[in-house]
């Protein structure tokens, strides 16, 4: 699907859509809708990629994401469409404190920040977060003007030319390496913080201009959302309802795409041990597979599909019990700058920031590696991992009661990394899939590696298949 023009009209009697995490389930559900006939090949036992929630010990824990953006509706618009409303449950934003590690404490990041960007002044100048020296930069931002549009710059190109260093390394680095588990060096401003952008041309200072949106936004907007949305029984709850509204109408192949061909119009995909015949695929896939599969076929599509990186992560989650676990856990949790040289990147205190995920007597910690700290550890043993995990948080929270049940999830490339130059990388790509009839890519390559942006593409890419208009 290429963006903004107007593709072909053509409905196929049949798609194979490879890759069954949400990004293919949906795809795989709109095409139900339309009765196209589909079959969804992923070689997991269960639908759903990186999403799943497991129980233990009375607690509900996420092995992948936990959550999505209240401010991008499209998961929201998806999970009411599949009935599942009412159990959509907002963060507890009344308890929001996030904290950072600085020389071995944890200092509760200044109110009133957005992103690295502080909207309020005040907050910043008495926090001991930072020194004196990066406040009184950050309040200089202030003072910046417009200077025109620029090309594509990393993050920390862009936040160290506002902020200073010290703002890049001890904010904007951890909150990245939460989310994408890369380094701001690697990623593209463009792609990674386009308002951002567009703030800053508009304006000259970051400061500023988010000031003035929130100035705008308290005349116009009623009361304002939770920042982050879950569902009561976890993400899972999502994953599972598509895989449920797809069955009896998708065939589900359990298996890994090994190959694929075109021949007179028609696809085959190899399978280890099976093929699938259709008119059209969906590759729903990480891009570096998707540039194994479609090498025999274009082999200029398969450079720039390389050249996204991926990022690896595990998480660990952690249950305690009270009296033994002694640590308030007053806030969402905390995150970690490289700069402390830590194994942990972020952990999350669960019942925080969501209600009917434990009990109060039994605190659920979350704890997130990334990087090459994840990368490392691909191979450990669970107890090996909840060992080294469990000997930080106990270091950094000052505890030393021992988790009573707990869980690890490795996901090995898993997370798009967008580096600089992302949207010409997209652009290229799309011009070569547009060349190849049939073909759509989605994923979270390409525009967003959010759950609503992934929603979002793979609704929006199947719409020329199946004749729907932009809705
Ligand atoms: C630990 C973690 C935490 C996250 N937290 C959040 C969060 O809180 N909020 C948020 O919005 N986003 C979060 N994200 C990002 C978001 O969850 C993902 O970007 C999104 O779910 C990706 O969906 P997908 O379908 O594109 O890819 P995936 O979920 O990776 O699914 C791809 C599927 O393709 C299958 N596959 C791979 N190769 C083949 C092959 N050759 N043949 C057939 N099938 C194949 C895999 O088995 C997999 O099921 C998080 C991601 C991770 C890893």
Not at 279 to 295: G, K, R, T
Not at 348 to 362: A, Q, S
Request: aromatic share 6%; with cysteine.
């Amino acid at each position: 699907m290429s963006e903004g023009s107007q593709p072909e009209p053509l409905r196929p009697a049949s798609v194979a859509v490879i890759g069954g995490g949400i990004s293919g389930l949906t795809a795989a559900y709109e095409l139900a809708k339309a009765g196209i006939a589909c079959t969804i090949v992923d070689p997991k036992p269960a639908l759903g990629g990186v999403i799943r929630t497991e129980n233990a010990g009375g607690c509900l824990i996420e092995a992948g994401p936990d959550s999505f953006l209240a401010q991008k509706p499209w998961a929201l618009e998806l999970i009411k469409e599949v009935g599942l409303g009412d159990q959509v449950i907002g963060s507890n934003d009344h308890r929001r404190r996030t904290f950072v590690l600085r020389d071995g404490r944890l200092i509760q990041i200044p109110e009133g920040l957005q992103f690295m960007a502080p909207t309020r002044i005040a907050p910043v100048l008495k926090s001991p977060l930072l020194s004196v020296g990066a406040k009184l930069r950050m309040a200089a931002e202030l003072l910046r003007r417009p200077s025109g549009a620029r090309p594509d710059r990393s993050v920390a190109e862009f936040v160290t030319d506002h902020y200073g260093s010290e703002v890049n390394e001890y904010l904007a680095q951890p909150m990245l390496a939460g989310v994408y588990g890369a380094e701001p060096e690697a990623l593209s401003v463009n792609a990674v913080l386009p308002r951002f952008v567009e703030i800053e041309t508009r304006y000259g200072s970051l400061s500023r201009g988010l000031m003035a949106g929130m100035k705008q936004a308290r005349s116009t907007n009623g009361p304002r959302s939770s920042l982050f949305l879950t569902l009561r029984g976890g993400m899972q709850t999502l994953t599972d309802a598509l895989a449920a509204r797809i069955a009896g109408k998708a065939k589900r192949v359990q298996g890994r795409a090994v190959g694929l061909e075109r021949t007179n119009g028609r696809w085959t995909v190899q399978l280890e041990d099976a093929s699938v015949d259709a008119d059209a695929v969906i590759l729903a896939l990480p891009a570096y597979e998707s540039a194994q599969l479609l090498a025999p076929i274009d082999s200029e599509i398969t450079g720039p599909l390389r050249s996204i990186p991926y990022g690896s992560s595990i998480t660990v989650g952690l249950v305690y019990e009270r009296p033994a676990f002694t640590h308030p856990l007053t806030g969402f949790g905390f995150l970690v700058p490289r700069a402390e040289g830590r194994l942990l990147a972020a952990c999350t205190w669960v019942g925080t920031k969501f209600d009917g995920r434990t009990t109060n007597d039994r605190p659920l910690l979350r704890a997130f590696l990334g990087g090459t700290k994840a990368q490392e550890r691909m191979s450990h043993t669970p107890e090996k991992l909840v060992r080294e995990v469990d000997a930080e948080l106990k270091q950094l929270m000052q505890y030393s009661a021992d988790p009573v049940e707990w869980r690890t999830a490795v996901w090995d490339r898993a997370m798009a990394q967008y580096p600089v130059g992302h949207a010409a990388i997209v652009a290229h790509i799309r011009g070569r899939e547009a060349a190849i009839p049939g073909l759509t890519l989605i994923g979270n390559a390409f525009a967003g590696i959010g759950i609503p942006d992934c929603i979002r593409l793979a609704r929006r890419a199947v719409r020329p298949l199946t004749g729907a208009t932009a809705g």
